[in-house]
T-cell receptor
Framework: TQLLEQSPQFLSIQEGENLTVYCNSS?????LQWYRQEPGEGPVLLVT?????EVKKLKRLTFQFGDARKDSSLHITAAQPGDTGLYLC????????????FGTGTRLTVIP | DTEVTQTPKHLVMGMTNKKSLKCEQH?????MYWYKQKAKKPPELMFV???????INESVPSRFSPECPNSSLLNLHLHALQPEDSALYLC?????????????FGSGTRLTVV
């Protein structure tokens, strides 16, 4: 089982601020995904990155996959209260097995 | 239909009870998964079914028994659970052997063992 460490673990910011969440591992992944989970609900997929160095944008969210495919970052611009939630990165093994392992999570609170 | 449906949403059971959790998807996904999520923790993989066959069992105690009756349905049979098994149980599905498409999760079953 790979270990995906996310930082920070908790983040509380004011509306309008920018933030970056990091996801790091010593393992190489065939793909890496980011999810957001709200209390009492299942995780919802935000993005999948598969190519080293890949950058994807989803409105105010920017996702980057590290060149070596061992790490990723999520940057949110001008955070809004609706961005509040648990952000999870998840990696799929290089071997192609279809099992996904989740990072330790970042709990974001955006204060109006 | 782009959803994974889980029932029941909430379940309270005694340690001697037998119950089942159900999961259904009609997206044609051929891989389905059970995850367990304790409070304030990330989901932990329990079982993976691929083309209706159990392909991964992450050292889960035998009091949890998965079943995949067909490509759209996934069950998790529970028997003689312990209070520490209380958690949110999540079902997910994906296009088989291509996790690049991401997983679709259900809303989960909140299980309490008393």
């Amino acid at each position: 089982t790979q270990l995906l460490e996310q930082s920070p673990q908790f983040l509380s910011i004011q509306e309008g601020e920018n933030l970056t969440v990091y996801c790091n591992s010593s393992s190489v992944f065939s793909s890496l995904q980011w999810y957001r989970q709200e209390p009492g609900e299942g995780p919802v997929l935000l993005v999948t990155v598969v190519t080293g160095g890949e950058v994807k944008k989803l409105k105010r969210l920017t996702f980057q996959f590290g060149d070596a495919r061992k790490d990723s970052s999520l940057h949110i611009t001008a955070a809004q209260p609706g961005d509040t939630g648990l952000y999870l990165c998840a990696g799929a093994e290089e071997t192609g097995a279809n099992n996904l392992f989740f990072g330790t999570g970042t709990r974001l609170t955006v204060i109006p | 239909d782009t959803e994974v449906t889980q029932t029941p949403k909430h379940l309270v059971m005694g340690m001697t009870n037998k119950k089942s959790l159900k999961c259904e998807q009609h997206m044609g996904h051929r891989a389905m998964y059970w995850y367990k999520q304790k409070a304030k923790k990330p989901p932990e993989l329990m079982f993976v079914y691929s083309y209706e066959k159990l392909s991964i069992n992450e050292s889960v105690p035998s009091r949890f028994s998965p079943e995949c009756p067909n490509s759209s349905l996934l069950n998790l049979h529970l028997h003689a659970l312990q209070p520490e098994d209380s958690a949110l149980y999540l079902c997910a599905s994906s296009q088989d052997f291509d996790v690049g498409y991401g997983y679709t999760f259900g809303s989960g079953t909140r299980l309490t063992v008393v």
